[in-house]
């Protein structure tokens, strides 16, 4: 299909049925089961996939005997319409919600250590401000919950973004760095050394986030840098209340931020072994989409996170570049 005279203005001309198919097209790569999937005939499908087709001026599938694969111009249109999509979707709930006499709603994601401490409680002073108000946060990795925020799924993210591409999507703003110390039981037999040495680590077992983690990376290299064998007697899990629960149960050891596990710390069921891990993530901050307005509710929800944050987090990270690049990839569990 010739690509002269494209008049991208032609997009305002979509239709909600088009880009549902369009969707529907993305997942089953079948016209007859896209257009079963959105409740029409096949003969119509094709009809609205030629009729968006010539209405852009570019081809959005390549057709094969298989079924159908969305070209680059495709790809681009199916992920705007997944976001318009939701950002439809959203805005019917929040009409719902206001009718019902509530303040709308707020969908937050977090990583864990602000998940354990900033979000709690920046959340309970809006919800004495706005009782009404209704939040949703996902716990996750930052991966998984950037790309939910670039869809439109998320209002906001405090986590951090990592990869290569995306630097117009997002803005970031740094709250904290988050080294990682440490951890294992009141009582364990490390805490009677002195001079406690990286080699002595090697007489335990270990928890460890799954092998596609940035922290996982992290400890690789700490291991590494220091001429030690990786641990043979590891268990995998990226769950807070399974890694804290097998600690106070056992003698295996793990890095985590000292403020996610405060709480055991204080109660002293968990300890902070006295070495230099020398284990380090990016600093974590706000993530929001740079083309976004938040609803009133939002826009409370993100000035009360940076009140909170200001008030936990008394020395902020220097300042980092507010456009960081964003990633896509939707690798489950990927890192903090």
């Known amino acids: 299909m010739s690509q002269s005279g494209t008049n991208w203005a032609n997009a305002t001309r979509l239709k909600t049925r088009q880009l549902l198919l369009l969707l529907q097209l993305s997942e089953h790569g079948s016209v007859l089961r896209a257009a079963e999937a959105a409740n029409m005939t096949q ?3 094709s009809k609205l996939l030629t009729e968006m087709e010539s209405m852009l001026g570019v081809k959005l599938f390549d057709r094969h005997a298989r079924g159908v694969v969305p070209t680059w111009y495709g790809q681009a249109l199916i992920r705007h319409a997944r976001a318009a999509l939701t950002e439809l979707s959203r805005a019917h709930d929040e009409i719902v919600a206001l009718r019902k006499g509530q303040m709308g709603e707020v969908a937050i994601g977090t990583v864990v250590n602000p998940g354990t401490n900033l979000v709690p409680q920046a959340i309970a002073a809006v919800k004495r401000e706005f009782p009404n108000l209704l939040i949703r946060v996902e716990m996750d990795y930052s991966r998984p919950l950037v790309a939910k925020l670039v869809d439109g799924r998320l209002d ?20 904290a760095d988050e080294p990682h110390s440490l951890i294992a039981r009141a009582g364990h037999p490390l805490t009677r050394r002195r001079d406690l ?3 002595d680590l090697l007489e335990y077992g270990w928890i460890l986030p799954p092998p596609a983690s940035l922290l996982r990376a992290r400890m690789d290299a700490m291991f590494l840098e220091h001429g030690l064998p990786w641990p043979q007697n590891i268990v995998e899990t990226s769950a807070l209340p399974v890694i804290t629960d097998l600690l106070r149960n056992s003698d295996l050891l793990t890095a985590l931020p000292v403020d996610s596990v405060a709480p055991y710390t204080q109660a002293n069921m968990l300890t902070v072994l006295p070495i230099e891990l020398g284990v380090s993530i990016e600093s974590f901050g706000i993530i929001r989409r740079r083309d976004q307005l938040l609803s009133p509710g939002g826009q409370r929800v993100l000035e009360v996170l940076r009140i909170t944050a200001g008030r936990l987090y008394a020395e902020p990270p220097p300042q980092q570049n507010a456009r960081r690049p964003r990633s896509n990839n939707l690798d489950h569990l990927g890192e903090d």
């Open 43 to 45: 003969p119509a499908a």
């Open 156 to 175: 906001m993210v405090v986590g951090r973004i990592l990869g290569p591409d995306g630097l117009a999507e997002l803005d970031f703003e740094p709250l």
């Open 197 to 199: 040495e990286h080699s």
